[in-house]
């Protein structure tokens, strides 16, 4: 078993293998990453940093590529709208 | 195209352009629009879309504030993507002096029934947070307003065409004047009335038309919702953009409705390439950030650059071309084209159909520009 990192998405507490992306784990709480302008869901696209589709606020930090981002203990990660 | 003849034929599909075959169409003329390019794809697309009232001049002053009320009256018919927002501008002073001109600008507006109100330097960092401290106030303008222009150019030439206006795409200009315009592909389209709305470029089409290419940048960041609410700039920008010798930078920023922030601004004589200019976007975000901090933290995602027309009095032409009784000239708005581009068109066709403009014409006259020549 690898060691597990636990941090908060919108709120709610996930634990999830270390080495997990933000992205990953959004998936897997079953949150969106973002909303476009027109309203649209977002969610990772390229998954190597490149597209900017999967922005994602961590720590405060507006914009950041949830497919770049590894899992940190005690993150707080929210969607963007 | 099935016809060749029109009343008037206007050359450039920039937002000048789109709004006076608007209006030659609203007011029943047979137009025709010929771009090389796309519509609004010249300083149309570059520009920051600052529906602004200013005070340089007793005629510029005149031209911006018809202009922005024209807008205002538009509002409610514009679609969406125009963006159209009345945040308000506030013009920042950093100093004593600075202070004082804005009690000078507050005293000229209200003489002419504009609202504006003063901020105190607390009053300032309430309304917009992220200003640094230690300013000493500001102007407020609630009625100035932003848009996205080129879809406001998009919107004007569609109604133009619904009015029965004809637009000619990619198609570049051999020649024109003398009623007619003679396209690249060896098409002539004639008429009694051809209009040079080709923004930087009118003088290439029209030698003798005091229009030179002033260069601007312009940074626009991902979405910040709530960073920024007005459009503030410093008032420092009127000593700096007026100081023609030099390239010159100012703090000019833009909130947009999706949360973007528009970062200006510079301006440049004498570079005629479009290219980024590293140095210039040095010095811009550098002054930016002198005034709001904050904005380094703050993620840019693209930059671009676009060319004013300005000429020598900073005031547009907009009348007949002395020497060629069929072309007339709308050109020369150098910052100011997205502002004063329904005057314009309501001017300009006025002075052709013989209607009475609401404000004096005069100073817009391409005739005045020669006078002077006559004269120096
Ligand atoms: C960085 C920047 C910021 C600005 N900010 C503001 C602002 O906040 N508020 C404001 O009011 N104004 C602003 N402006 C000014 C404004 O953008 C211009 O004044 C306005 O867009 C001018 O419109 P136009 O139709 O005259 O010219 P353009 O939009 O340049 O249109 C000219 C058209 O002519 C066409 N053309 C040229 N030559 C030929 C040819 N030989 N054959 C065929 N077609 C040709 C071009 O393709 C182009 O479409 C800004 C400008 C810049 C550069
Ligand atoms: S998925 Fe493309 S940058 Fe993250």
Redesign the pocket.
Same mark, same amino acid.
């Given at each position: 078993m690898p060691d597990q990192v636990s941090l908060k998405v919108n709120g709610a507490s996930i634990s999830v293998p270390s080495g997990t992306t933000v992205a990953v784990a959004m998936a897997l709480a079953g949150q969106l990453c973002r909303t476009s302008v027109t309203g649209e869901p977002r969610g990772p696209l390229c998954g190597m940093g490149i597209c900017f589709e999967c922005r994602v606020t961590i720590n405060g930090i507006p914009h950041c590529r949830s497919c770049q981002s590894p899992c940190e203990p005690g993150m707080e990660v929210a969607s963007e709208t | 195209m099935a016809n060749t003849t029109y009343d008037v034929v206007i050359? =450039? /599909?920039?937002?000048? @352009?789109?709004a006076c075959a608007d209006e030659f169409a609203r007011r029943g003329l047979r137009v025709a629009v010929?771009?090389?390019?796309?519509?609004?794809? =010249? /300083?149309?697309?570059? @520009?920051?879309?600052?529906?602004?009232v200013m005070d340089d001049s007793e005629a510029q002053f005149a031209l911006t504030r018809y202009s922005q009320q024209l807008w205002q009256a538009l509002r409610n018919e514009l679609p969406a993507e125009v963006e159209y927002d009345q945040c308000g501008t506030i013009w920042v002073a950093a100093d004593e002096e600075e202070m004082a001109e804005v009690r000078r600008k507050h005293d000229f507006y209200a003489d002419r029934g504009v609202p504006t109100e003063i901020l105190d330097a607390k009053r300032l960092k309430q309304s917009e947070p992220n200003l640094r401290d230690g300013l000493q106030g500001g102007l407020l303008v609630p009625e100035d307003a932003?848009l996205y222009?080129p879809c406001a150019?998009r919107f004007l030439m569609q109604r133009a065409q619904q009015r029965g206006a004809e637009l000619v795409l990619g198609?570049?200009?051999s020649a024109l004047g003398k009623g007619r315009v003679l396209l690249s592909d060896g098409l002539q389209l004639t008429a009694e009335i051809i209009v040079n709305?080709?923004?930087?470029?009118?003088a290439?089409?029209t030698p003798g038309i005091d229009v030179k290419k002033?260069?601007?940048?312009?940074v626009i960041t991902d979405r910040y919702p709530a960073f920024l609410r007005h459009q503030l700039v410093e008032l420092g920008y009127l000593k700096s953009a007026h100081s023609v010798a030099s390239d010159s930078v100012a703090f000019n920023v833009?909130p947009r409705r999706t949360g973007q922030i528009l970062i200006?601004?510079?301006r440049q004589f004498g570079a005629e390439h479009k290219e980024v200019d590293q140095q210039m976007i040095v010095r811009m975000l550098q002054r930016a950030q002198e005034y709001m901090p904050a904005l380094g933290q703050l993620s840019a995602i693209r930059i671009w650059?676009?060319?004013?027309?300005a000429t020598p009095d900073k005031l547009p032409l907009i009348g007949p071309w002395p020497g060629d009784p069929s072309l007339f000239l709308?050109?020369g708005?150098?910052?100011?084209?997205?502002?004063?581009?329904l005057a314009t068109a309501r001017i300009l066709v006025d002075q052709i159909t013989g209607a009475n403009p609401e404000i004096p014409i005069e100073p817009y006259l391409p005739s005045r520009a020669s006078k002077e020549h006559a004269h120096a």
């Open positions: - | 050359v =450039g /599909a920039g937002i000048v @352009g789109a010929v771009d090389r390019d796309v519509v609004g794809s =010249g /300083a149309t697309a570059a @520009g920051m879309g600052h529906i602004v932003v222009p150019a198609a570049s200009l709305a080709a923004g930087a470029w009118s290439e089409l002033r260069k601007g940048h312009l833009q200006g601004s510079s650059t676009g060319f004013r027309a709308a050109t708005h150098e910052g100011l084209g997205i502002t004063t581009s």
